[in-house]
């Protein structure tokens, strides 16, 4: 099952992740994406873990990643986001930005600080990189821990709050400045997002915008995993799994990362 339809049925036992190291050659084909001389099947709509989860590496541009200022910043081969803050593999900062969520390709998210959810019946942490669905419904997510990531959920939202970083949203405010924010991806002009929706967004998050009903964060998730496929014929190398050596992005200048987790299929 795949991880978007596992997060909007409940769930599923916890998903083993792919071990990538560094000098690990992922192979695209038509029947999906694989690495290393075993050809193990991962799933690239999800960055790689690095140093033991706490920071991610992005193969592509499918991705966005959201500011504190509602702003949004696109990903690419080679960045690096550790704690909120994104870098280069050459360990120069890419963005200015302090960022608090990656909206997935496949509508879902990453928050990429910690962040604590608290409703009338208390707090519950959230670790650093987690997968989230976020619902009107309740929260569910994947959290990683020692090379898996394990389900699970908080359906007693009403009125609740949450927590990434220093910077705390009320859970259905939040839920309609995501919606928005996924209508101005969808209506990205390139790198630019539609400014109009994102104003919308900021509005609601800043406690300056009207209370109109509006799309909610978890109508555009679509789950993208596709099943097993036996054999890898007609593979073409996609390039190294890391494309640099050493990053800041995983922990701190200068720390050379040598193992990465994915997402296995």
């Known amino acids: 099952m795949g991880i978007a339809r596992a997060l909007t049925s409940g769930g599923s036992t916890p998903v083993r992740l792919a071990e990538v190291h560094r000098d690990d050659v992922i192979y695209k084909s038509l029947a999906g994406c694989y690495v290393g001389d075993k050809r193990e099947k991962i799933d690239l709509t999800f960055p790689l873990y690095t140093n033991g989860g706490t920071g991610l590496r992005f193969l592509d541009e499918e991705n966005w990643l959201l500011t504190t200022d509602v702003d949004l910043f696109r990903s690419y081969d080679g960045l690096y986001v550790s704690d909120g803050i994104s870098y280069n593999a050459d360990m120069t900062q890419a963005d200015g930005g302090e960022f608090i969520l990656l909206a997935l390709s496949s509508g879902l998210y990453m928050n990429v600080q910690q962040a604590v959810l608290e409703t009338k019946l208390g707090?519950?942490?959230?670790?650093?990189?987690?997968?989230?669905?976020?619902?009107?419904?309740?929260?569910?997510?994947?959290?990683?821990?020692?090379?898996?990531?394990?389900?699970?959920?908080?359906?007693?939202?009403?009125?609740?709050?949450?927590?990434?970083?220093?910077?705390?949203?009320?859970?259905?405010?939040?839920?309609?400045?995501?919606?928005?924010?996924?209508?101005?991806?969808?209506?990205?002009?390139?790198?630019?997002?539609?400014?109009?929706?994102?104003?919308?967004?900021?509005?609601?998050?800043?406690?300056?915008?009207?209370?109109?009903?509006?799309?909610?964060?978890?109508?555009?998730?679509?789950?993208?995993?596709?099943?097993?496929?036996?054999?890898?014929?007609?593979?073409?190398?996609?390039?190294?799994?890391?494309?640099?050596?050493?990053?800041?992005?995983?922990?701190?200048?200068?720390?050379?990362?040598?193992l990465f987790f994915s997402m296995s299929i």
């Open 123 to 258: 707090a519950t942490t959230i670790p650093i990189n987690s997968i989230l669905s976020l619902r009107e419904d309740g929260l569910r997510w994947y959290e990683q821990k020692n090379g898996t990531i394990a389900y699970q959920e908080n359906t007693s939202v009403y009125e609740a709050t949450l927590t990434i970083g220093r910077h705390t949203y009320d859970y259905a405010d939040l839920l309609d400045a995501l919606g928005l924010v996924r209508g101005a991806i969808q209506k990205a002009d390139n790198d630019h997002p539609d400014a109009e929706q994102m104003q919308q967004a900021e509005e609601i998050l800043n406690k300056k915008g009207s209370s109109t009903k509006l799309p909610s964060a978890g109508d555009n998730t679509n789950d993208h995993v596709s099943g097993d496929t036996d054999g890898a014929a007609g593979d073409t190398p996609a390039g190294g799994a890391t494309g640099g050596s050493s990053t800041g992005g995983g922990g701190g200048a200068g720390v050379k990362i040598d």
